[in-house]
């Protein structure tokens, strides 16, 4: 790309364009005709190592002078997708809101707590879906990407989706944490409606006999909302009543009317019904509750003195299917059993009008719920996804605990949104050198090894122009700080020397893709990429530099680059080149990729189509079988040109330095997968 005509004579004010939190920290923005569409962001950034949270990378300090990528996506939940608000209640994915107020998860001593969080930003996008069924019936649908919390810490839907090694995954073996699904609210129908009223108006009086006088008519409810909940349910049935605010500091306002005919009709209104329905008997817990019960210390009371009341509740109680006990406390009380799981069945499905007794703030995130996985599959569909960012980082997804995403969120920190601005809002940290020095110096800081390459690609295009990497690699360098770099283009040879030069003092890691030689076959499925022999050249020269370099076999095609030919001509070929190890990735077929593939495999290699259809017919992956073999193959192939496990290369000019005891490190050995487009 062509950079001379992106250059300002002077810098370009951009108040109102970029909401910084450092509003002073923007530099110069412009317009990039050579990414339609994209803006770039210079800014003076604060910090620049980062730490990433224990389980979303494998690695645990990074730097990355560029946040935002054309190529980089991470969504997770279908818009539909119920979250648990603050005031316990649900909200679909789609229309929650940047500043709700919601639950998610936070470490308290031994166990993780429910705690109210904010809603820092709300994104979508169309992502290629999966379902995940729980042994309970809870349904999810996410993107391979979203992680949920099991009871082996966080992991994602999918393993490896761009190669790199393979990432922590759900499997039927795995628990998912929570209480599992929410249960449907009540539609507000007539029979809800007339059960709240029973509930609330003969809870209030404590005796089933309605009106104690036909004259007059008086509800004092401490709360508003289940105040004026009943006032419109009376005003839908054409009672007209009165609300009073008392005068007296608090006293509880209060719900009456004088007219006669009125408390008659309210009278017909909350008389127990023959045969009650089940939106009836909703409303008649809903009231109920509002009108006399409690939920303190994870235990849920509903009170009565009254036989039909007891009655009415133990029938209401059994026709949803809510199992409790009757306390003898010289009047009878209902204690709803089965801990938080029943608990939020019971809120979400009768809905009292009190929310600030639904409160869980606290409690522990523990659940006797059925949450074990039973299927995980590929819907082969691309669908509407969401995503949040919160104050905790996580969030309650139709009663389990889902995780912001880790990427994108990075976004989020300078007040962009983490959706369509992490693609076409590339922020550029200018003063990334001269910051890293300043950190590496710093009295705290002990020397840990530091990945670039992780979130973006540190040498995207816009490495071209601004040249940050050398100031970064110069940085590392002279405080003999140990590093590892992902990249998949070839502006990395620019920096060959500083490179070479690193390698002497510190641990230095590469890893660059080569999946195959065919240059035909490089031309037909990968035209957009650099030629397989630019890829190898890269790899030749960095290690005729003295550096221990990495390559992912990837993708592998089967049928085309896995037949024993192919494997033993690249495997040759990057040992050619000097690779210290190499890591073969199968072929991914994900939705929109895998529809192109087949149609290309169908034009050019007809015989292979019900081959892949057999072989993906399971999703997006690979069968293990078929990954194990191919990894034992690479591997025999390997171990015969002499290359395989960590250790210094046999095409080397230099000795062995240290960055070759940790090649190994940047790409972990496995049998994950690549993405081919």
């Excluded at 490179?499 to 957009?528: C, H, K, N, Y």
Aim: charged fraction near 20%; include cysteine; proline fraction near 6%.
């Amino acid at each position: 790309m062509r950079w001379s005509h992106l250059q300002a004579t002077e810098p370009t004010a951009t108040d109102g364009e970029l909401p910084l939190r450092l509003p002073d920290a923007t530099v110069r923005t412009f317009d990039t005709p050579g990414f339609a569409g994209m803006t770039f962001h210079e800014i003076n950034a604060r910090s620049i190592i980062n730490k990433v949270p224990g389980e979303s990378s494998m690695f645990q300090w990074t730097v990355n002078p560029y946040r935002g990528c054309s190529h980089a996506c991470v969504y997770c939940l279908t818009g539909d997708t119920p979250i648990l608000m603050a005031d316990g209640r649900t909200r679909p994915l789609a229309e929650v809101q940047v500043g709700d107020e919601i639950y998610g998860t936070e470490r308290q001593g031994n166990y993780r707590r429910y705690v109210t969080t904010t809603v820092l930003d709300h994104w979508s996008t169309v992502k290629p879906a999966f379902r995940i069924t729980l042994a309970d019936g809870t349904s999810l649908v996410a993107s391979g990407d979203h992680r949920f919390l099991t009871e082996r810490g966080w992991k994602h839907v999918t393993g490896a989706e761009r190669g790199f090694g393979k990432r922590p995954y759900l499997t039927t073996s795995n628990k998912l944490m929570g209480t599992g699904g929410f249960a449907t609210p009540p539609e507000e129908s007539d029979e809800y409606q007339l059960g709240y009223l029973s509930g609330i108006i003969r809870g209030d009086e404590g005796l089933s006999g309605f009106p104690r006088s036909p004259y007059r008519f008086r509800l004092t409810v401490a709360e508003v909302e289940a105040l004026d909940r009943t006032r419109a349910y009376l005003a839908h049935f054409d009672i007209a009543t009165e609300r009073l605010t008392s005068q007296r500091p608090g006293r509880p306002p209060t719900l009456r009317t004088s007219q006669r005919d009125a408390v008659e009709a309210i009278g017909r209104l909350v008389a127990w019904p023959g045969s009650p329905s089940d939106d009836w008997c909703k409303g008649l817990l809903a009231g109920m509750f509002d009108s006399a019960g409690s939920y303190s210390r994870g235990i849920l009371r509903i009170p009565s003195a009254d036989k039909d009341i007891v009655d009415a509740l133990e029938t209401a109680f059994t026709v949803l299917e809510f199992d409790y006990v009757i306390e003898d406390r010289g009047f009878a009380c209902f204690r709803l059993l089965g801990g938080l799981r029943e608990h939020l069945r019971f809120f979400h499905t009768v809905d009292p009008a009190i929310t600030a007794k639904w409160t869980i703030t606290n409690t522990a995130l523990k659940s006797n719920a059925p949450l074990g996985i039973t299927a995980i599959e590929d819907l082969g569909v691309r669908l509407p996804m969401f995503d949040i960012t919160t104050g905790t980082g996580d969030f309650i997804a139709n009663g389990v605990v889902s995780h912001n995403c880790f990427a994108r969120n990075t976004h989020t920190y300078l007040d962009l949104d983490a959706g369509r601005d992490f693609d076409t809002q590339v922020i550029v940290k200018v003063n990334s050198p001269a910051l890293l020095r300043r950190e590496l110096s710093a009295p705290k800081w002990r020397g840990a090894h530091i990945a670039m390459g992780t979130n973006v690609d540190c040498y995207q295009r816009a490495e071209g122009r601004y040249e940050l990497m050398p100031g970064i690699i110069s940085a590392l360098t002279d405080f003999r700080n140990p590093f590892s770099i992902l990249t998949k283009g070839t502006l990395i040879l620019r920096d060959l020397d500083l490179l070479r030069a690193a390698a002497e003092v510190t641990s230095v890691g590469i890893a660059v893709s080569v999946g195959f030689t065919d240059t035909a076959l490089w031309r037909a499925v990968e035209p957009g990429a650099p030629s397989p022999n630019r890829r190898l050249d890269v790899v030749r020269r960095l290690t005729d530099a003295g550096l221990a370099v990495s390559v992912l076999m990837a993708p592998v095609l089967p049928g085309l680059t896995d037949t024993a030919e192919e494997i033993e001509h690249t495997v040759a070929a990057i040992a050619a080149a000097g690779a210290v190890s190499v890591t073969p990735l199968g072929l991914h077929l994900k939705p929109g990729a895998r529809e192109w593939y087949m149609a290309w495999l169908a034009r050019e290699h007809p015989a292979l189509v019900q081959v892949y259809e057999r072989l993906y017919a399971g999703g997006s992956f690979l069968p293990q079988g078929y990954q194990r073999e191919l990894t034992a193959r690479v591997r025999a192939a390997a171990r015969r040109h002499g290359i395989g496990g960590p250790g210094p290369g046999g095409a080397r000019n230099t000795p062995a330095s240290p960055s070759q005891a940790r090649a190994a490190e940047v790409v972990p050995e496995g049998t994950g997968q690549l993405t081919l487009l």
